[in-house]
């Protein structure tokens, strides 16, 4: 067993330094997948996993219940989820059992909702507030509600962009009752070897359930108007926000930007 033990010091805050982070990044990248979650288990007092319902987390809930382990689940609710996606949540959060924690924009409980406050098409005039409103601030508001001192994501170096990069373990600042804090996230599936291919054979292996999409030719699902379907060999996030820059959603970019952004009307 791994036996890293994070530096908490008295008031319960983990304070590690860049350097000792990674150092700790070069011990978790040899571990497999299973380990990185049992020992982030043992080692955070409460460990969350953000999950989409994609076929990565998918695979993430299937090992974390084969390990025995209670982790509770975020979903950020969009209101602008394919049919498929909200039916797999219910699927597979029955399945294992989970304990599901679902946020939705701020005042809004339907798509009605949100289009009279919002507008149509905010996504496509004014995508960073979209980003902002479906992802940023729901993703914020689960972190000061259900205070985890780190959630598990399904990002993946194979995934390519920005993720090419991607660590096992980041911190990232996020807001709570006025104060910047610090929240670990944890990707356990970043290693190489977890290509698009791997990420299926484990699913069908295990016999986790996955978006019905997935067999249509879909990758990579988000919202509805922003997902398309790709060609086989084409890359797994192409299909999302398709002819335009966009690579990623808002919830894993700067918290902290994004609303100064938006309270000055600069997006
Ligand atoms: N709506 C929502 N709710 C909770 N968590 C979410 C959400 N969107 C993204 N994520 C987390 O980000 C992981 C990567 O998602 P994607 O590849 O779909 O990209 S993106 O974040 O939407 O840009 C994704 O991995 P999966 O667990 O495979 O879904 C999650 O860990």
Redesign the pocket.
Known sequence: MFDYKLPFNQNGNIDISEKELQYLNSQLEKLSSEQIIKWAASSFPRLFQ?????????V?MDMIYSSNIKVPV?????LYHFDETLDLAKIITDKYNADLHIYKPNGCSSRKEFVEIHGDNLWDLYPNKYDFLV?AEPGNRAYSELRPKCVI???RRS?KGKRESLKILEIVNIEIDGRTEKLFKLNPLAKEEWTFQKIKSYLLAYQVPYNTLLNKGYK???DIHSTSPVNGDDDE?SG?WKGTDKT??G??SDYFLMKTAFIARQI
């Not at 953000?50 to 998918?58: I, K, Q, R, V, Y």
């Not at 975020?74 to 969009?78: E, V």
């Open positions: 953000e999950t989409a319902f994609g076929p990565s987390g998918n993430i975020i979903f950020i609710d969009t992802k994501t399904g990002r995934q990579s699902i988000g996030r999302r990623e959603c919830l894993h």
